[in-house]
């Protein structure tokens, strides 16, 4: 076999070793590839099979609070609010807000034994230059969204006797119906509120009743964080907005839509 023969069996024996190695390269890649796939899909059919347990795992029910207090609780999106919830709220909300017995909010079993005279707070650039709403109503007046808690408390400054402050007036908001509550978008609704607000006087046990019926609307908020003391202004304004609602009007019932 001559020299030129046997450099071109060299060569195609080379190229095919050549051609050998880049096959066994693609099939060991290959193969790799086809590890890695099965791997994937394993790990997919046990998040699968994850998934399927909690949704069909019942949600809970019940939650215990950082005092030790235990609550039933019920699945809800963040902008969802149950129609009891929302009628509480303003039932509560409309009821300390207009209320005015002269004295000041109970915080304390010796406060309820003797209440104290509550002075009010000053509240100005009212129609009459300056006036006073009680201390209750103030602190009710966190549940009203910021904007519409400035003219709201200027309107009840105007409009709160000032008797209320001397002792010889007292006012009671007496609800009489409170319509379910109605929604008008997401997060907000709106109900109607049948009360009347009765006006005692010294010399007056009978009272002047004054019709009270509004239409009140209501959207849905973050609700805040528990305060780490439950004292003070920040256990008022926590427990007056933990319901995660807020009052952003109000208006006389029979008044166009807003």
């Known amino acids: 076999m001559t020299d030129s023969a046997n450099q071109k069996r060299l060569k195609f024996l080379n190229r095919r070793q050549t051609i050998l190695s880049k096959g ?36 809970p029910s019940l939650v215990q609070l950082q005092d030790g207090k235990s609550i039933t609780v019920i699945p809800l999106g963040s902008k969802e609010r149950t129609p009891q919830v929302i009628t509480r709220f303003v039932n509560d909300t409309m009821t300390l807000m207009m209320n005015a017995s002269g004295t000041l909010p109970a915080t304390t079993p010796e406060d309820a034994r003797q209440p104290k005279i509550d002075s009010g707070i000053d509240i100005r650039s009212t129609a009459n230059g300056r006036g006073k709403v009680t201390t209750a109503a103030w602190q009710a007046s966190t549940a009203l969204s910021e904007d519409f808690r400035k003219e709201f408390l200027k309107l009840l400054a105007d409009t709160t006797p000032q008797g209320v402050f001397k002792e010889t007036t007292q006012i009671v908001l007496t609800p009489l119906s409170i319509q379910p509550p109605v929604k008008i978008a997401e997060g907000k609704w709106k109900l109607k509120l049948i009360a009347n607000l009765t006006v005692f006087d010294k010399g007056n046990n009978l009272g002047d009743v004054i019709p009270f019926n509004k239409e009140i609307f209501v959207q849905a908020v973050e609700a805040p964080e528990p305060p780490v003391q439950m004292t003070g202004l920040a256990a008022v304004i926590y427990a007056v907005r933990s319901s995660g609602l807020e009052i952003y009007a109000i208006r006389d019932i029979g008044e166009e839509n807003l």
């Not at 086809?34 to 949600?59: P, Q, R």
Request: aromatic share 8%.
């Open 24 to 59: 066994d390269a693609l099939a060991l890649f290959a193969v790799g590839t086809l590890g890695l796939h099965i791997i994937t899909l394993v790990l997919l059919l046990l998040l699968y099979g994850s998934y399927s347990k909690l949704s069909k795992k019942e949600a």
